[in-house]
């Protein structure tokens, strides 16, 4: 797109005439990335300042380089033109849009926020969506489904160039939806601006991300700017029976949908039954009643499904075709996800790593089976260290035995972090294991007949992180080996 057209209207300045017909490749905010004749735009971060990034996007090829008003100008060579704005973030997502040709306006976007079901909803949606016979992409925590790409999620929510031109490229496919999991971190940080959602999808609010958002009312904050920028052609589908979603309600300006358990609500579920295999109960709506039945364990799924439900209805779907993609779902990655195995217990892969997550989990589990459940857990590092005697509450009340280990410690020390768990216990029904690999072993060994082995904190994640390095780390892969290599009988 030439510079001149690119600027129109957002950028007021005369240009020099050799660049009013320079034709911009790429635009970014990362140097890290490709620049052949593109333009780089200076942001100053939460923990760097792009400006200090410059010379790497110079060589990287930006010819077209924008800086805030005020800054120090310095000289990168004939070739480079430098341009002021008052507000390098405003100009970025202006000139990011039309680059990218307003993509928002032509795929119906859905973007989906709460503290947990994100991801499994985005699931369901997708399947609804197939079973539909539409075209789907998805951006979320697991990875990004862009047609037939799948690309590695480094965020669950983009940056918003990112966002933009995936947005362009399910467009240019002629895909007609995107469902995105749209974080508390995202919202704050404007990634998601410029997208006009058709929906968006309020799960629960429960704690998590304090070390970022500092307070509750500030992360319900966050969440509530996406349901502040609906259109009133869009719809807001939330969770009746969450305190916070009664609070959305009175803020949310367009077309409502409600859904709940325990009160009364458009889409509500009934008849509820819960087994290890699955779960089958009635959604109750506007229309009528129809029965469910699906591989997902736990009250929690039933609200996950309601919400997909209720959107489902929405887009002017069948029940019976929400149904059959409901239905088609076998699992998602590292929720609640089993292990299948020749033993005689059974083992589960679960992402939660939160307190009200490894409360829904556990509470799941315990509905559905009287035996022992063995809980391998722990928590990140550099986050919200409150959360960690919290999580160590709910495992000591809700599971039979725990084995405390690491999860992604990042710069923290791994014994560190295990020393502030553990004081949440108030019996001694745990044991500590800083090794993780060698924690889930344990729990392994100590399994019996029957019983259950719930390995939370990770979920689909492949990898552990250190303060010094990354190292591979899938737990379905761990768990198998164990199983493949013990010399005992386990179970």
Same mark, same amino acid.
């Given at each position: 797109?030439?510079?001149?057209e690119l600027l129109r209207g957002i950028y007021t300045k005369p240009l020099p005439a050799s660049y009013q017909d320079f034709e911009v490749c790429a635009i970014s905010c990362d140097s890290r990335e490709e620049q052949r004749d593109g333009l780089f735009?200076?942001?100053?971060?939460? /923990?760097?300042?792009?400006? #200090? =990034?410059?010379?790497?996007?110079?060589?990287?090829?930006?010819?077209?380089?924008?800086?805030?008003?005020? $800054? %120090?100008?310095? /000289? !990168?060579?004939?070739?480079?033109?430098?341009?002021?704005?008052?507000?390098?973030?405003?100009?970025?997502?202006?000139?990011?849009?039309?680059?990218?040709?307003?993509?928002?306006?032509?795929?119906?976007?859905?973007?989906?926020?709460?503290?947990?079901?994100?991801?499994? *909803? /985005?699931?369901?949606?997708?399947?609804?969506?197939?079973?539909?016979?539409?075209? +789907?992409?998805?951006?979320?925590?697991?990875?990004?489904?862009?047609?037939?790409?799948?690309?590695?999620?480094?965020?669950? @929510? %983009?940056?918003?160039?990112?966002?933009?031109?995936?947005?362009?490229?399910?467009?240019?496919?002629?895909?007609?939806? +995107?469902?995105?999991?749209?974080?508390?971190?995202?919202?704050?940080?404007?990634?998601?601006?410029?997208? #006009? !959602?058709?929906?968006?999808?309020?799960?629960?609010? @429960?704690?998590?991300?304090?070390?970022?958002?500092?307070?509750?009312? #500030?992360? !319900?904050?966050?969440?509530?700017?996406?349901?502040? $920028?609906?259109?009133?052609?869009?719809?807001?589908?939330?969770?009746?029976?969450?305190?916070?979603?009664?609070?959305?309600?009175?803020?949310?300006? +367009?077309?409502?949908?409600?859904?709940?358990?325990?009160?009364?609500?458009?889409?509500?579920?009934?008849? *509820?039954?819960?087994?290890?295999?699955?779960?089958?109960?009635?959604i109750v709506f506007s229309l009528g009643r129809i029965k469910v039945q699906t591989r997902f364990i736990g009250k929690h799924n039933v609200y996950n499904i309601l919400a997909a439900f209720a959107w489902g209805l929405f887009q002017g779907f069948g029940?019976?075709?929400?149904r059959r993609g409901i239905e088609h779902l076998a699992h998602v990655p590292g929720r609640l996800d089993p292990v299948e195995n020749n033993r005689n217990f059974f083992i589960f892969v679960d992402y939660a790593h939160t307190e009200d997550g490894l409360?829904?989990?556990?509470?799941?589990?315990?509905?559905?089976?009287?035996?022992?459940?063995?809980?391998? =857990?722990?928590?990140?590092?550099?986050?919200?260290? @409150?959360?960690?005697?919290?999580?160590?509450?709910?495992?000591?009340?809700?599971?039979?035995?725990?084995?405390? /280990?690491?999860?992604?410690?990042? $710069?923290? #020390?791994?014994?560190?972090?295990?020393?502030?768990?553990?004081?949440? !216990?108030?019996?001694?029904?745990?044991?500590?294991?800083?090794?993780?690999?060698?924690?889930?072993?344990?729990?392994?060994?100590?399994?019996?007949?029957?019983?259950?082995?719930?390995?939370?904190?990770?979920?689909?994640?492949?990898?552990?992180?250190?303060?010094?390095?990354?190292?591979? =780390?899938?737990?379905?892969?761990?768990?198998?080996?164990?199983?493949?290599?013990?010399?005992?009988?386990?179970?």
């Amino acid at each position: 797109m030439r510079l001149s057209e690119l600027l129109r209207g957002i950028y007021t300045k005369p240009l020099p005439a050799s660049y009013q017909d320079f034709e911009v490749c790429a635009i970014s905010c990362d140097s890290r990335e490709e620049q052949r004749d593109g333009l780089f735009v200076a942001l100053a971060g939460t /923990t760097f300042n792009g400006e #200090d =990034f410059i010379r790497d996007a110079v060589v990287k090829g930006a010819k077209i380089i924008v800086i805030k008003n005020g $800054s %120090p100008i310095r /000289t !990168f060579g004939d070739d480079i033109n430098i341009l002021e704005v008052d507000d390098p973030k405003y100009f970025l997502h202006g000139i990011g849009q039309r680059f990218y040709g307003n993509p928002s306006g032509k795929i119906k976007s859905v973007g989906v926020t709460g503290t947990n079901g994100k991801t499994t *909803i /985005t699931y369901l949606i997708e399947s609804i969506i197939h079973a539909a016979s539409r075209r +789907c992409g998805v951006i979320g925590t697991v990875n990004h489904r862009i047609g037939e790409k799948i690309i590695p999620a480094k965020n669950t @929510t %983009p940056g918003f160039l990112d966002n933009q031109r995936y947005l362009a490229q399910l467009a240019g496919l002629g895909i007609d939806y +995107c469902v995105m999991e749209a974080s508390s971190h995202a919202l704050d940080q404007g990634r998601l601006d410029g997208i #006009d !959602f058709s929906a968006g999808i309020f799960t629960n609010l @429960t704690q998590d991300h304090l070390d970022y958002h500092k307070t509750m009312e #500030d992360y !319900f904050k966050a969440k509530s700017l996406l349901f502040m $920028s609906l259109s009133s052609e869009s719809v807001a589908i939330i969770n009746a029976d969450d305190v916070y979603g009664q609070r959305l309600l009175a803020l949310s300006r +367009c077309k409502i949908l409600t859904y709940a358990i325990d009160r009364p609500a458009d889409v509500s579920a009934q008849n *509820i039954t819960y087994h290890l295999s699955g779960s089958r109960f009635e959604i109750v709506f506007s229309l009528g009643r129809i029965k469910v039945q699906t591989r997902f364990i736990g009250k929690h799924n039933v609200y996950n499904i309601l919400a997909a439900f209720a959107w489902g209805l929405f887009q002017g779907f069948g029940p019976e075709v929400i149904r059959r993609g409901i239905e088609h779902l076998a699992h998602v990655p590292g929720r609640l996800d089993p292990v299948e195995n020749n033993r005689n217990f059974f083992i589960f892969v679960d992402y939660a790593h939160t307190e009200d997550g490894l409360v829904n989990v556990l509470r799941s589990l315990r509905a559905v089976s009287p035996e022992k459940i063995i809980l391998v =857990f722990g928590c990140g590092g550099d986050r919200d260290r @409150t959360k960690r005697p919290k999580m160590a509450r709910a495992a000591c009340t809700l599971a039979d035995f725990s084995i405390v /280990t690491s999860d992604n410690p990042r $710069s923290e #020390d791994p014994q560190a972090i295990i020393n502030e768990i553990v004081p949440g !216990f108030t019996k001694s029904n745990y044991e500590t294991c800083i090794d993780r690999r060698e924690a889930i072993g344990r729990a392994l060994k100590l399994a019996q007949k029957n019983q259950i082995v719930l390995i939370a904190g990770k979920g689909h994640e492949d990898y552990q992180i250190f303060k010094d390095r990354t190292i591979a =780390f899938n737990e379905r892969e761990i768990v198998k080996e164990f199983l493949e290599t013990s010399k005992q009988p386990l179970g």
